[in-house]
């Protein structure tokens, strides 16, 4: 499995993704005869050797042509999301870079019409439909299609800090579309008193990563670096990995993930309730919902109620125990799951189909089971025991 990691220890840009990705190996030819598929003029891309704090990488500038008129250029600047789309959808792209490009821009789209109150479609992007930034993400795009990674996972993002100017004004950074696509990501803050992610930077990770995590667990075989506009203290540098999880580990089945594990301890709640609580942090994405007896101060009875869930849905969960439970308090751990790889079937019964779980390790199936619903409607439509039902299954399914 080829994994493409994200390192933005010190943010993302536009054109710093598109440099990382070409230092990785991605062909410049294909870049730029995909982006000469657009109906976009007035612009040249720079491609250039540079170095930030010694360390060196790929630096990637969008010029702009100067504006005339006699030419029939158009004001790159008032660009809608509609005429984005159109643009794209027009273009002899292939179809896959096409859906990469328009996610990003829907990603786009969506912050800026939730921060100044707007339709999707009467969003004006400013910025981000100026030609570089459209350069930027279609570039994202065909780059990511030549180097076909499988999984593409991400570090917490660095936003910087202090403030930035706009065209609707000044800011406090991260900048409050930048603050809408990163919700539910991973962020850390204040390394410089400057913008380090900006919204195309956080658009392109909102629409490709897979996961968000700062394990790496997997063999790089490359490393690209690319080279942002500023130079500090701190290198403005986005380094990005490529690898491989290797003939062994890809044979293992073995499949690894971050998880958050929240938890409380209740012992003044009525204990028919924790059937609806349960309920309701499953609706709000929980993976795992468990109730554990416990013995509290003043030898009070009590239950522990502890939750597994993805790094997006904490603030979901976090509010259902709040709302939903007498606690006044939570305490959140990250773990590691470690899971086996598994595949779901449907089994044919006398009685009907059932869904049978298996799973995986070495390339060998090592245990399956019945899914417990599926028996249990199958029971209540025929008028059997689930004993009848467990028992209809094929014995080489289970």
């Known amino acids: 499995m080829k994994i493409l990691y994200y390192d933005c220890f010190s943010g993302i840009s536009g054109d710093m993704h598109l440099g990382a990705l070409l230092d990785l190996g991605a062909d410049r030819h294909y870049l730029l005869e995909g982006l000469g598929k657009l109906d976009l003029d007035g612009y040249e891309i720079k491609i250039s050797r ?3 704090r010694g360390i060196s990488g790929t630096r990637v500038d969008v010029v702009l042509h100067p504006h005339d008129d006699h030419h029939g250029s158009r004001d790159t600047h008032g660009r809608t999301y509609k005429d984005i789309v159109e643009m794209i959808r ?3 792209l292939p179809e896959g870079v096409k859906k990469v490009s328009l996610d990003i821009f829907a990603r786009l789209a969506q912050a800026e019409a939730k921060v100044h109150n707007h339709k999707i479609e009467d969003v004006h992007f400013h910025e ?8 930027d993400i279609v570039g994202a795009a065909l780059c990511l299609a030549y180097l076909s990674p499988d999984r593409i996972l991400c570090s917490p993002v660095q936003v910087g800090g202090g403030f930035v100017k706009c065209v609707h004004g000044t800011f406090p950074v991260p900048a409050p579309a930048t603050a809408e696509i990163l919700k539910d990501i991973p962020i850390q803050s204040g390394l410089v008193p400057f913008e380090t992610t900006t919204p195309t ?4 990770l909102a629409s490709c990563v897979h996961e968000f995590t700062e394990h790496i667990q997997f063999t790089p075989s490359g490393i690209g670096y690319g080279i942002g506009q500023r130079d500090t203290e701190v290198p403005n540098v986005l ?9 062994e580990a890809a044979t293992d089945d073995i499949e690894i993930h971050d998880a958050l594990l929240i938890e409380c301890n209740i012992d003044d709640m009525n204990p028919e309730l924790y059937d609806e609580v349960m309920a309701e942090l499953f609706a709000r994405g929980a993976l795992d919902v468990f109730l554990m007896p416990i013995i509290m101060k003043k030898s009070r009875p009590a239950v522990t109620i502890s939750v597994i869930c993805s790094g997006e849905k904490r603030r979901a969960i976090e509010e259902a125990l709040l709302l939903q439970t007498t606690t006044f308090g939570i305490r959140t751990q990250e773990i590691t799951k470690t899971m086996l790889r598994r595949d779901f079937k449907k089994v044919a019964t006398k009685y009907g189909n059932i869904t049978v779980k298996s799973a995986y390790y070495q390339g060998r199936k090592i245990k399956s089971k ?11 439509e025929k008028g059997l025991s689930l004993r009848e039902i467990y028992a209809s299954i094929p014995s080489e399914e289970t």
């Not at 380094?239 to 003939?247: K, T």
Request: charged share 35%; hydrophobic share 40%; net charge negative.
């Open 370 to 380: 019945p899914e417990y619903e599926d028996c249990k409607r199958l029971a209540e």
């Open 239 to 247: 380094r990005v990995y490529l690898g491989d999880l290797g003939a």
């Open 90 to 92: 027009a273009s002899r």
């Open 201 to 204: 930077g956080a658009a392109i």
């Open 128 to 135: 981000v439909g100026a030609v570089d930034s459209i350069v």
């Open 50 to 52: 540079d170095d930030r």
